[in-house]
């Protein structure tokens, strides 16, 4: 970040520091922002995200556990106050649930064999705690059921009076206050249809309101820090723009999710690029007395917006020192490493997130809540068309139907879309392997730059020397994706190990019935990334930093990190 003393310098001038904002693109970068402002004796409002404060995580993880019949959300809950539960009983309760599926909470009656007198003791507080509370009831009514008149949690809240402990009451006060309110066309709603609709505000950033301080904070005398989007219909005596550069104000973060063509108008004007010179607008707009722009220069390539360039004669520049909090995440380690081989999927699913594959491989977690149903419905074909090697393909499925069933009551009007969406994918599939159901290629083990890596195919064709790989997936992705990386990075080490077989790849979508090869990589430079992945998850470290990105479409979200 950039040096505060421009910050000090305005308070000394007269603008007090509540008068003054922190504008910035990304969450992470607010995050910086505010750590530095802390570590410089500057006092600093800000909720950040407030889905990854651990007070917020606490009470959406207790939500979690009326929908989600795997019990994942216990992972967390059994540490708070009043509810702490053994961790070898812990381990005992999800394994039964991963095993058997029963009714959210069901199990509080009829919990598993085997558990400790103190986990039995545990568990009768849980059943004082929830009785007569179901997944059908009002989220604000649960909440405050739990929090007021069962349990002692907002306890270790009421201390302090400094700013840190201010914004964990204040982000405390705005999210149950956020259960209180319907949200969408109901005129109730329960608590699977609140956090079915979060899920749908989280992935499409619609959840503004929460992340901006309530009026009651106006009064504090600390630096507000907060989105671009954040801001819209707010004003300060002086704004602070941080990282205006090209990468932030050149296109919309929303055009990757749609077709190049949808973001063009009739009249050929890019909406991407537009909505972009929109958000520089609305950033610069929010002062009123005093602008500061803030132009990172050490990032690779950085160049400032050709807005800002056009306008700098009208600018008087400054040149600081870069001043930065160490913000470096928190490494979770655990003593029980990955099992070797890993396979080549969940090496791709460690790539994306560390967690995401910790809670998924180490801690054998799977909650249905929180996936897309798109997404189950996509897992649920592919069970369909392929079995593990060595499987019988003769066996009845109905994963898909299965799948259908489960789906929260908000999804009803969309079953009939689902169920023909999935009768595609599986057409699809079908056409391609030839046959209703077909077992997956035998396993190829290779070692990659140290870690045993399991590569499972859909299936392995050769002609000659020429071995290809055949991989299938419901959707397209970019040739830079994850996916796509790893498998170049697989085939190379494949070339390496196997001579003087030479090994290729190919994806085959179901979505567009198109396939498209994928070739290994040659020569890789010394500190490529996915070599520090492999060093990384052979050790068994586990990175817990949040991804404005990643995390609002993870099924582990409302408990991570536990």
Not at 31 to 51: K, S, Y
Not at 144 to 170: I, K
Not at 366 to 377: F, N, Q
Request: net charge positive; proline share 6%.
């Amino acid at each position: 970040m950039a040096s505060w003393s421009r910050v000090r310098g305005l308070q000394a001038q007269g603008v007090a520091y509540r008068d003054q904002v922190i504008l910035a693109s990304r969450h992470d970068t607010c995050d910086a922002a505010a750590a530095a402002l802390v570590a410089a004796g500057i006092p600093v409002l800000h909720l950040g995200d407030i889905f990854q404060r651990p007070e917020v995580k606490d009470l959406l993880a207790l939500l979690q556990l009326f929908v989600d019949r795997s019990g994942s959300a216990l992972v967390r809950i059994a540490q708070l106050p009043g509810l702490a539960l053994p961790a070898e009983d812990l381990d005992l309760l999800l394994a039964h649930l991963r095993r058997t599926r029963p009714e959210p909470l069901s199990w509080l009656t009829a919990p598993p064999i085997g558990l400790s007198v103190a986990g039995v003791v545990a568990l009768q507080r849980w059943r004082e705690t929830f009785a007569g509370l179901s997944a059908r009831d009002s989220p604000w009514d649960v909440a405050c059921t739990v929090l007021f008149d069962r349990t002692g949690w907002l306890g270790a809240y009421e201390a302090g009076d400094d700013l840190q402990a201010v914004t964990r009451r204040l982000a405390l006060w705005q999210i149950i206050y956020y259960l209180r309110v319907p949200d969408g066309g109901r005129a109730y709603q329960t608590v699977g249809t609140f956090l079915t609709r979060l899920r749908r505000r989280l992935r499409l950033a619609e959840d503004r309101d929460l992340r901006i301080p309530p009026p009651e904070a106006e009064r504090l005398e600390a630096v507000a820090v907060m989105t671009i989007h954040q801001s819209k219909g707010l004003e300060f005596e002086a704004v602070h723009l941080m990282d205006v550069d090209a990468r932030h104000f050149e296109r919309s973060d929303d055009a990757a999710w749609l077709p190049a063509a949808f973001t063009q108008t009739a009249g050929g004007v890019d909406e991407a690029k537009s909505e972009a010179s929109n958000k520089l607008y609305v950033a610069l707009s929010r002062a009123r007395s005093h602008l500061t722009l803030y132009e990172e220069k050490s990032y690779y390539k950085a160049a400032c917006t050709p807005t800002v360039q056009r306008a700098s004669h009208l600018l008087d520049r400054v040149v600081g020192t870069r001043v930065q909090a160490d913000t470096t995440s928190t490494t979770h380690r655990t003593a029980q490493g990955p099992s070797l081989p890993v396979g080549l999927k969940e090496f791709v699913t460690y790539r994306t997130c560390p967690r995401r594959y910790y809670y998924d491989e180490v801690r054998q977690l799977t909650p249905a809540a929180g996936l897309h149903p798109a997404v189950r419905i996509e897992s649920a074909v592919l069970r369909e068309l392929f079995v593990p090697h060595g499987g019988e393909v003769s066996t009845p499925v109905n994963d898909v139907k299965l799948e259908l069933s489960r789906l929260p009551e908000d999804y009803e009007v969309t079953r009939p879309h689902l169920r023909a969406y999935a009768d595609q994918l599986l057409q699809a599939g079908r056409a391609w392997s030839g046959a209703d159901r077909v077992a997956v290629a035998p396993p190829v083990d290779v070692v990659c730059d140290g870690l045993p890596i399991r590569v499972i195919s859909h299936r392995i064709t050769r002609q000659g020397n020429a071995v290809t790989l055949h991989f299938v997936r419901a959707q397209p992705s970019s040739p830079l994706a994850k996916q796509h990386k790893a498998i170049r990075w697989v085939l190379k080490h494949l070339n390496e190990a196997y001579p003087p077989l030479r090994f290729q790849g190919s994806l085959h979508v179901l979505s567009t019935r198109q396939t498209e090869p994928v070739v290994a990589y040659g020569h890789l430079v010394p500190d490529f990334n996915l070599t520090h992945f492999a060093q990384a998850l052979s050790v068994g470290q586990f990175s817990a930093a949040p991804s404005s990105w990643v995390c609002p479409g993870c099924r582990h979200f409302l408990y991570c990190p536990a």
